[in-house]
């Protein structure tokens, strides 16, 4: 629920300060990093930035050939398991991941026909700010204005 979205983004940082304030007050600090920060470190920056955040951002449209990107890389198929291709699973969900490249290969002409996106697009620096803001802080503002709701055009 949209409506609750900064409530519930106020009271997770409330719940993760004060866990933090109890560790450092009770002497479990050690603990917290080791078991707990660490790993959720990896884990999220691996699985939120690469099969999360980058898939889709912008995050300006919910219409179907442009609320995910295309990312094309060799490297970057092997390292994160084709989400680099994520369009591709957007647009025809039964496509196995390890397909998502051939697949792509298959259907440039049709994405670049639909104008979906086929970067990375972090090279400019509204992209790459937008990025930054994103990463640290997060907040978004919705508005209906300018937004298709995933209508087919």
Known sequence: MEK???LEWALSRLAVGSLIYAAVRFGF???LLNYWFSPALVV???LGLFFDYLPHRPFKT???WKNARVYPGRLLNLLIM???YHLVHHLWPSIPWYKYKPAYEVMKPLLDEKGSPQSLGLM???DFLGFLYDLFLGIRFHSNH????????
Not at 146 to 153: A, L
């Open 4 to 6: 609750y979205e900064l």
């Open 29 to 31: 600090m050690d603990y």
């Open 44 to 46: 999220g920056l691996a």
């Open 62 to 64: 919910q219409h179907r």
């Open 82 to 84: 084709g989400q680099n």
């Open 124 to 126: 400019q620096t509204k």
């Open 146 to 153: 300018g937004n298709d709701h995933g209508r087919m055009k």
